[in-house]
């Protein structure tokens, strides 16, 4: 069965500091990958996409990166975080089509 | 422009009454909608994809309703029960599988 593992639950930066959430997926190959943020009483954002390997697309200009180092890792990173960045971080894969996204737990991220 | 628009934006309601939750979109062309649940904290969780030709489909209490003439759904929950206290979120795909537009959602808090 196909799993997406996302990690850590929650996290507390200080501004100006570095993240990395990671994201795998289990059970698959070669699955588009996706990271969403959600803000308070907005709906989701879709940041990053990637089809395969070394393959990102950057849905909105910030503060953020992305990378695909294997097939079934995806890796949102920031050299420096922002108060703005804070929010609720999702990681989501879709398999065929017709069977839609399939969401990560979520990182709640807090920079203070 | 293709939107996604929820309502109510909040809800409440008693233990074991039911409720109807609105979705209505404006992407074209259309190929499927797809309600998620999405617990406080953690990442959104399927309940119902449906595509152009279909009217009505249930999960459990949750039924899905879609006309694609006035490019309306809903989502009705019936005996509601305290853990359906989540946010619910309509997702609507493109034809070509390459933009899903997520609604706001609508949060249902369920009280005894």
């Known amino acids: 069965s196909q799993t997406i593992h996302q990690w850590p639950a929650t996290l507390v930066q200080p501004v100006g500091s570095p993240l990395s959430l990671e994201c795998t997926v289990e059970g698959t190959s070669n699955p588009n990958l996706y990271w969403y943020r959600q803000a308070a009483g907005r709906g989701l954002q879709l940041l990053f996409y990637?089809?395969?390997?070394?393959?990102i697309s950057s849905e909105v200009p910030q503060n953020l990166s992305a990378s695909r180092p294997q097939d079934r890792q995806f890796i949102l990173s920031s050299k420096k975080l922002l108060l703005s960045d804070s929010g609720f971080y999702l990681c989501?894969?879709?398999?065929?089509?017709?069977?839609?996204?399939?969401f990560g737990s979520g990182t709640r991220l807090t920079v203070v | 422009k293709n939107q996604v628009e929820q309502s109510p934006q909040s809800l409440i309601i008693l233990e074991g009454k039911n409720c109807t939750l609105q979705c209505n979109y404006t992407v074209s062309p259309f190929s499927n909608l797809r309600w998620y649940k999405q617990d406080t904290g953690r990442g959104p969780v399927s309940l119902t994809i449906?595509?152009?030709?279909?009217n009505t489909k249930s999960n459990g209490r949750y039924t899905a309703t879609l006309d694609a003439d006035t490019k309306q759904s809903s989502l009705h929950i019936t005996a509601s029960q305290l853990s359906d206290s989540a946010s619910y979120i309509c997702?609507?795909?493109?034809?070509?599988?390459?933009?899903?537009?997520f609604g706001k959602g609508t949060t249902l808090s369920v009280s005894s």
């Open positions: 449906m595509t152009f030709s279909e």
């Open positions: 990637s089809v395969g390997i070394g393959q």
């Open positions: 989501a894969w879709i398999g065929a089509r017709e069977e839609g996204y399939t």
């Open positions: 997702v609507v795909s493109n034809q070509a599988g390459t933009a899903l537009i």
